[in-house]
């Protein structure tokens, strides 16, 4: 799993929480690693609904502008903490798309099928990306949690394998830490879609995986509302999916639309 390495998050946050350490041994293996932050467009107030300003009053931010520059501040801060850089793409997050997701249940739910092509839109956008290689690997998630986002650029990243592309499907955090179910749940809904995981050991990137999530100010005391200590509970997960190993994180080989190669 070592070279070239692009990783693709939906949202600010998404890879440092989930594989910052692998992407942090990347970039000390001299690797170059870069993150790409999906649904990170420029807002406008009339962007912001009921739902997405009830988001923003949970994120303590008050205004369009304002969420703007800081969650990209927080992202280029965590980037740089991991080694990486970021690029931000100009997609909406699903709160911003219109009605379609106007309500936790829905946001956390089905895919709207009108937004299932845009998976293979998102894919063609990768490989014309500056930093594309032809020999580069690619980072998606897995997709536990549902979140329509995470589920739509799970889709891009088969979209991907089904061109040639290796592509490995990360545990995403902390939905897999709070929810350990909704890991199986998940597996068994992608059925071959994934194979066997991979078992990255990261004892000596830990720290800066725990470091790069404590940029995430604004979002920190949200996500993690389930523990007063998340050095500790991302920790722990770390330790109990590396086993003997030590700290590590989880990968799932993604397979091209058809079948599994």
């Not at 850089?85 to 699903?94: E, H, K, N, T, Y």
């Not at 949690?145 to 088969?158: A, I, K, M, N, P």
């Not at 998340?230 to 639309?257: C, I, Q, S």
Request: hydrophobic share 45%; with cysteine; aromatic share 10%.
């Amino acid at each position: 799993m070592f070279g070239p390495s692009l990783f693709i998050q939906p949202h600010y946050d998404d890879v440092p929480l989930s594989c910052g350490g692998t992407l942090a041994l990347l970039a000390e293996g001299g690797h170059e690693p870069r993150m790409v932050t999906v649904f990170a467009s420029e807002l406008v107030d009339e962007m912001i609904g009921e739902f997405a300003a009830w988001k923003h009053e949970r994120w303590q931010v008050k205004d369009a502008e304002q969420v703007l520059a800081v969650r990209r501040a927080e992202d280029a801060e965590a980037a740089r903490a991991l080694g990486s850089s970021v690029r931000w793409l100009g997609l909406p997050d699903a709160i911003y798309r219109g009605q379609r997701y106007k309500s936790d249940p829905e946001l956390f739910g089905a895919l709207k099928a009108e937004e299932l092509e845009l998976a293979a839109h998102l894919a063609e956008e990768m490989r014309q990306l500056p930093e594309w290689r032809s020999d580069m690997q690619v980072f998606v998630p897995l997709g536990i949690g549902l979140h329509v986002d995470h589920q739509l650029v799970f889709e891009t990243g088969r979209h991907l394998a089904s061109a040639g592309v290796k592509v490995y499907a990360y545990e995403d955090c902390p939905y897999a830490i709070h929810t350990p179910a909704g890991v199986e749940a998940r597996l068994t809904t992608l059925g071959d879609a994934v194979g066997e995981p991979v078992i990255v050991p990261i004892a000596k990137t830990l720290q800066k995986r725990l470091d790069s999530i404590a940029c995430y100010r604004s979002q920190v005391p949200v996500i993690f509302r389930f523990t007063s200590d998340f050095r500790a509970a991302v920790t722990n997960f770390a330790l109990k999916t590396g086993g003997d190993a030590g700290p590590a994180e989880r990968f799932w080989p993604v397979h091209a639309y058809g079948g599994s190669r």
